[in-house]
Structures are given as structure tokens and as C-alpha cells.
């Protein structure tokens, strides 16, 4: 009998999905494994504004770093310092599943980083893509 791949569901309470921008990320925390939302917020892409994402991310996610995983959308561009920060932090931060959009479908921030959350939350461990590998082509 086959057994279906341990998803990021089954093994992280909380993901935090983050829509990246040059002066903004939209963030989306949801809980596993049913995908409800607990809190979305906007930060600024500044030192301080990092730092208080950082911050809020804990305090929304009881502050458990092995309970969280970040999937955040320009890991190599737009959201590599970000990824910098929250790993330094100690949070597992990876490139979340590059969306899929219909024909005119509206698009907004905030429901960039729910779908960047929600469709982390189904997929196996094993197609993590963490978010420093990401990057080495960048180097």
C-alpha cells in the first residue's frame, strides 16, 4: 500500500505566506491543516518595517519557530532580504508555489499572500524549495 507524501500541513501548525514588493510584502498567516486565516498585515520593506513583521509573525504564531514555515513569493529578488531576516530569526522560509491565475481574475496583495500560503499548505515536504537555494544562482 502507497502512502500519499507528508504535506506542509501535516507537519507545520502555522504558514505565513508573504506577496513581495519593493516598498511593501502583504502577509497572510493561516492555520493548519483546515487553512483558516488568523491575521493578514502590510509592512514596510525597511530594516524597521522587516523587523516588526518579524515580530508580528511571532507574536500571531505563539512564537513556536518549528511550528512556522514562510513561503514567500521573490525569494531572489524582491523578498531576499526578508527571507535574510526571518532565517537569522531562525524561521524556515521557502519560495512559495508560483500562482495561477484565470483571465481577469482581480489580483491584490492581500490575496497574493493567502493563495502563496494556502497552496504551500498542500504541498509535499518534499518539493520545498527553501529560500537560500533560491538564490544561488543569484551569487
Known amino acids: 500500500m502507497n502512502s500519499l507524501p507528508a ?13 513581495t514588493h519593493a516598498a511593501t510584502h502583504s502577509y497572510a498567516i493561516i492555520k493548519a491543516p483546515n487553512g483558516g486565516l488568523i491575521d493578514q498585515n502590510v509592512f514596510p520593506t525597511s530594516p524597521a518595517g522587516l523587523r516588526r513583521a518579524r515580530d508580528w509573525i511571532s507574536r500571531r504564531t505563539e512564537g513556536d519557530l518549528d511550528d512556522v514555515l514562510i513561503a514567500a513569493e521573490g525569494t531572489g529578488s524582491y523578498g531576499a532580504v526578508l527571507s535574510d531576516v526571518l532565517q537569522q530569526a531562525g524561521y524556515r522560509v521557502v519560495e512559495a508555489p508560483t500562482p495561477r491565475r484565470a483571465r481577469a ?3 491584490t496583495d492581500a490575496l497574493d499572500a493567502m493563495l502563496a500560503a494556502r497552496s504551500s499548505l498542500v504541498m509535499p515536504l518534499t518539493k520545498l524549495r527553501d529560500g537560500t537555494a533560491a538564490r544561488i544562482g543569484d551569487i
Open 7 to 19: 504535506t506542509v500541513g501535516d507537519f507545520y501548525r502555522y504558514v505565513v505566506g508573504v506577496d
Open 105 to 107: 481574475r482581480s489580483k
